[in-house]
DNA sequence: ACCTGAACACCGTTCAAGT
DNA sequence: ACCTGAACACCGTTCAAGT
């Protein structure tokens, strides 16, 4: 029943984690669920609990420190976007860490490796998983679905602002967000080393 | 009408902006609010759209102009924590940008003063935004909302993993977010300057 | 122990009808 | 031009009742 939920979550977003809708998909009544589950929170965090036990971290790879924390870290970042609609779910609930939780004591370790421990460590480790996250909010927008004159694009293009022509333009442009995330992290990794 | 639901959002938070308890509160029905704004989301974009004209940018203090690179992005993080209800509301509907966007128009005029234009305005702009929006996230996430056991404090406390003693005890420990905030911002902007 | 039917208190939205 | 009443198609949740 939660591999139930979690397939309907992966395949038609989280919005369509409805307890009549899934009740309907596994033929039975909505009442049903709540005595197996207590409430649509404990189905969630039920949820993310599997999918985090399936999120066993990949060996990382990379021979000096520097590499194998932006692995780490990006290793979190690629899988969050994998599965986004899960990711969305868990950011909903404010479960987020209990999803990310197995990954990030894979960074952890290699910020331990590259011999950071106790607050110096957990600044570092925050101080990533906040730069994660602001790029997460970015990667899971779904800018199709945002009104156009709500795009930040948009807004850049009809800016009367006193700013160079090339800047405006460069702000209208869409942007490649790999990219800006590679270069921010490394900023963000290179500080704490 | 507009400036009711914004108040009504200020004070008792985004999940209150209901269109039957706007419509009580101006005492007038329901349908009556679809013949002045047409849906609810385009009644969340007018409540954003007038937010976002009150947020005039404050005068920005600072002699060097990393100095005041750092002032303009604390501005948007702290203006965003100080309205966190209509920032949460913008940040659900996907209006984040244009309830920031004269905040954001002061950040990319400061960015020029310290000599950058075009493509790389753009990117240190936008490295600068998902940062913020990261931290943004975590000041926002109401932690005595979120069921205990998937807080990341108690996920630390309660981890089997092979790290050092004084790293997990850092971690289970709470934070200093504005602290936290001003170290990662800096990396950031220094890398881009 | 497990499941159902009916009900409660909500949502956003539409539409014909009134003044 | 502006507002109402009634209805539609949804939500999460509870609770007495069945097997």
Redesign the pocket.
Known sequence: MVTKALELVEAEGPDA?????LAAELD?????I???VG???ELITEIIRQQSEQLAARPIKGTTPRQRIMAAATHIWESAVEHRAITSLAHQSGASSLLQHPLEVALAAELEAAGLTGPAAALAQRSILATITGFLVLALRDEASIREDSRSTTLWASTEADLDRSTIDALAAPHDLPKLFEVTLQAVVDSQL
Chains 1, 2 share one sequence.
């Open positions: 984690l409805t307890m009549r809708r039975v009544t909505t009442t049903t709540y005595w197996h409430s649509r929170d």
